[in-house]
């Protein structure tokens, strides 16, 4: 039975791949990677340092100068099935997908490894959540959609929480 899960994840894993690579090539996600490199960082807030990685840190500041340690300014960013708002010091940029001749995404369970796509390209720590909705199958069973993706920078009053609710593999 483990072999027939593990295939079942792998292919869910490359349909996955397939749904956000359109999403991932486009000249939206083009410009949103743009944007972020454009807000420039700012020098990074101890708090946004997880407990755990906090030695790492001041011993990556004590090597490099404080002037090495820099977090984007991208505070939160918000996905959801009509576009992805950035927000950076209460600025909020939206991008929605019928501004460049997309369709709402109705398949929004690729949410979370788009964000986790975006992450990457941000500098410091962040928190992935999910809200979803409940949606009755046919057959009795009951399945849980996602219906929008938070990414949150990291602060000591909130949860340290890398990852979203369900393990996520972006390929």
Do not use: W
């Not at 975006?118 to 949606?135: E, K, N, P, S, W």
């Amino acid at each position: 039975m483990g072999i027939f899960s593990k295939l079942q994840a792998k292919t869910g894993e490359a349909r996955a791949k397939e749904k956000i690579r359109p999403l991932l090539d486009s000249r939206m996600m083009r410009d949103i990677i743009l944007e972020i490199g454009q807000r420039g960082n700012e020098p990074l807030d101890p708090q946004s340092v997880p407990l755990s990685m906090r030695q790492r840190a001041s011993q990556l500041a004590a090597e490099t100068g404080l002037s090495g340690l820099k977090q984007s300014t991208i505070s939160e960013l918000r996905l959801d099935a009509a576009g992805i708002t950035l927000v950076s010091h209460e600025e909020l940029t939206t991008f929605l997908y019928a501004d460049y001749n997309y369709e709402d995404i109705e398949d929004t369970d690729c949410l979370p490894a788009v964000a986790e796509y975006l992450v990457q390209h941000l500098r410091g720590y962040y928190d992935i959540a999910r809200t979803f909705t409940t949606v009755a199958k046919t057959n009795g069973h009951v399945e849980e959609k996602t219906r929008e993706v938070l990414v949150t920078r990291h602060h000591e009053d909130t949860p340290f929480t890398p990852a979203p609710v369900q393990k996520q593999h972006l390929f």
